[in-house]
């Protein structure tokens, strides 16, 4: 071979070698990259592996990793540099600047000293990281733009990993909610009487209807002695499993305080006590809690901060709204008044909650106690149950909504 060609070849492979050998270790960074991703490392040790290829290998010591925490916050995992406060304060400046772009963004040096290139790491055509370089050295092997190019690579493989784990964590998260409140709702519906004493005394029925599932609403009917009957509608404060689960311990309690021979205002007191010792003063429960007597066919009841129910009784319609505050609010109730009123055949007692009259419609207007107090009126001789279905039937038309704003509730009891 002549000397000219040997030289040419081992010029030739003089360049070949290190670029070869460059590419092998590039080539054995992406695969203990992805064996890291497919141990399920943790983003802190995915970070790492890329701070010592970027710091070793690059030598580029201005850079940041800039990813996405959820769906409206961002956090700077990754900094070297000379800006110490760029941790706290900076980074999110960068996000707002750059959250649109899908390339490699040259920054101006003026604008931008510690950094050059703002890297984009997109999912789905969504931006979900950031990695900004600066300083980059250049050589013969590796141009700046083979270098992120490269950095573009791992940092993509990282930062999708991580994405994508967040993404499968929150449908985990999401999915054992989901169970938790249909366990809830379940629990809650089991709470909720569906069946009522059949006698020649009453005609009882009720509605329910929770909001998205689950709701704070309660009502009972509670056989205290062969003649006298414990009923209340309760409305406690908030939504979900904390609603539902104060709303069993409140049926539990009253189960029990009403066999104790107590009057009614005693039970009232003592309830109030029970809330008050279970919720601390954060939650609240409005109760309308009644006790009929069919032997003097008498009502007494107390209307703990409720909407009124109504009795119809010889076509006269009675708002009873005499009663104490709301439960759970006070050590002491400052006052607790109760009512009597004198029941006769075919009196009808209406019981709700506020999902009722306050269902709206398309101009916002509330169904109301206005629309409620004529419709009972006008069909208080219908059977409990049907009265119940022509009201809620209304209450649809009027609104022409398929989802309400708040649990519907209605207990209604006809004396015969």
Same mark, same amino acid.
């Given at each position: 071979?002549?000397?000219?060609?040997?030289?040419?070849?081992?010029?030739?492979?003089?360049?070949?070698?290190?670029?070869?050998?460059?590419?092998?270790?590039?080539?054995?960074?992406?695969?203990?990259?992805?064996?890291?991703?497919?141990?399920?490392?943790?983003?802190?040790?995915?970070?790492?592996?890329?701070?010592?290829?970027?710091?070793?290998?690059?030598?580029?010591?201005?850079?940041?990793?800039?990813?996405?925490?959820?769906?409206?916050?961002?956090? !700077?995992?990754?900094?070297?540099?000379?800006?110490?406060? +760029?941790?706290?304060?900076?980074?999110? /400046?960068?996000?707002? @600047?750059?959250?649109?772009?899908?390339?490699?963004?040259?920054?101006?040096?003026?604008?931008?000293? /510690? +950094?050059?290139?703002?890297?984009?790491?997109?999912?789905?055509?969504?931006?979900?990281?950031? =990695?900004?370089?600066?300083?980059?050295?250049?050589?013969?092997?590796?141009?700046?733009?083979?270098?992120?190019?490269?950095?573009?690579?791992?940092?993509?493989?990282?930062?999708?990993?991580?994405?994508?784990?967040?993404?499968?964590?929150?449908?985990?998260?999401?999915?054992?909610?989901?169970?938790?409140?249909?366990?809830?709702?379940?629990?809650?519906?089991l709470l909720i009487p569906r069946k009522f004493p059949k006698n020649e005394t009453f005609d009882i029925a009720a509605f329910y209807k929770?909001?998205?599932?689950?709701g704070g609403d309660y009502y009972d009917f509670i056989p205290v002695s062969f003649y006298e009957y414990i009923f209340c509608m309760c409305?406690?404060?908030?939504?979900?499993?904390?609603?539902? =689960?104060?709303?069993?311990? +409140?049926?539990?309690?009253? @189960?029990?305080?009403?066999?104790?021979?107590?009057?009614?205002?005693?039970?009232?007191?003592?309830?109030?006590?029970?809330?008050?010792?279970?919720?601390?003063?954060?939650?609240f429960i409005t109760v309308f809690i009644g006790l009929i007597n069919t032997k003097t066919m008498e009502l007494e009841y107390i209307n703990?901060?409720?909407?009124?129910?109504?009795? =119809?009784?010889?076509?006269?319609?009675?708002?009873?709204?005499?009663? !104490?505050?709301?439960?759970?609010?006070?050590?002491?109730?400052?006052?607790?008044? #109760?009512?009597?009123?004198?029941?006769?055949?075919? #009196?009808?007692?209406?019981?709700?909650?506020?999902?009722?009259? /306050?269902?709206?419609?398309?101009?916002?207007?509330?169904?109301? /106690?206005?629309?409620?107090?004529?419709?009972?009126?006008?069909?208080?001789?219908?059977?409990? #149950?049907?009265?119940?279905?022509?009201?809620?039937?209304?209450?649809?038309?009027?609104?022409?909504?398929?989802?309400?704003?708040?649990?519907?509730?209605?207990?209604?009891?006809?004396?015969?």
């Open positions: 071979m002549p000397f000219d060609k040997i030289e040419y070849y081992k010029d030739r492979l003089s360049v070949i070698e290190p670029l070869f050998s460059l590419k092998q270790l590039q080539f054995n960074q992406l695969l203990e990259i992805t064996q890291a991703v497919n141990y399920n490392l943790p983003i802190s040790a995915l970070v790492r592996i890329l701070e010592g290829i970027i710091l070793a290998q690059f030598e580029i010591k201005r850079n940041a990793l800039i990813i996405k925490k959820n769906s409206s916050e961002w956090e !700077c995992i990754s900094y070297h540099g000379e800006n110490e406060s +760029f941790l706290k304060e900076n980074f999110k /400046e960068y996000v707002q @600047r750059y959250k649109d772009i899908q390339y490699i963004t040259a920054l101006n040096s003026y604008d931008e000293p /510690e +950094f050059e290139f703002a890297i984009p790491i997109t999912l789905k055509g969504e931006s979900i990281a950031y =990695m900004l370089v600066g300083d980059i050295p250049e050589d013969k092997l590796n141009t700046k733009e083979e270098k992120i190019k490269f950095i573009q690579i791992i940092s993509n493989i990282i930062c999708v990993a991580n994405e994508n784990k967040r993404l499968t964590d929150l449908e985990v998260n999401q999915k054992l909610i989901q169970k938790d409140l249909e366990l809830a709702s379940e629990i809650q519906r929770p909001f998205r599932g689950i409305d406690i404060s908030g939504k979900g499993i904390a609603a539902a =689960m104060l709303m069993a311990n +409140f049926q539990a309690n009253l @189960r029990i305080i009403v066999k104790q021979n107590l009057s009614l205002k005693e039970i009232v007191a003592t309830l109030n006590k029970s809330v008050l010792d279970l919720t601390k003063g954060e939650s703990a901060g409720h909407n009124p129910s109504y009795a =119809m009784i010889d076509k006269k319609i009675v708002p009873l709204k005499t009663g !104490c505050t709301i439960l759970g609010a006070f050590d002491k109730l400052p006052f607790i008044h #109760s009512e009597k009123i004198a029941l006769t055949p075919s #009196s009808l007692i209406v019981s709700y909650t506020d999902g009722i009259t /306050e269902s709206s419609n398309a101009e916002e207007e509330y169904y109301g /106690e206005e629309r409620l107090v004529p419709f009972i009126e006008k069909n208080h001789e219908e059977p409990p #149950s049907l009265f119940n279905l022509k009201l809620i039937d209304e209450i649809v038309n009027f609104s022409k909504k398929d989802v309400f704003d708040d649990d519907l509730s209605l207990l209604t009891i006809r004396i015969l």
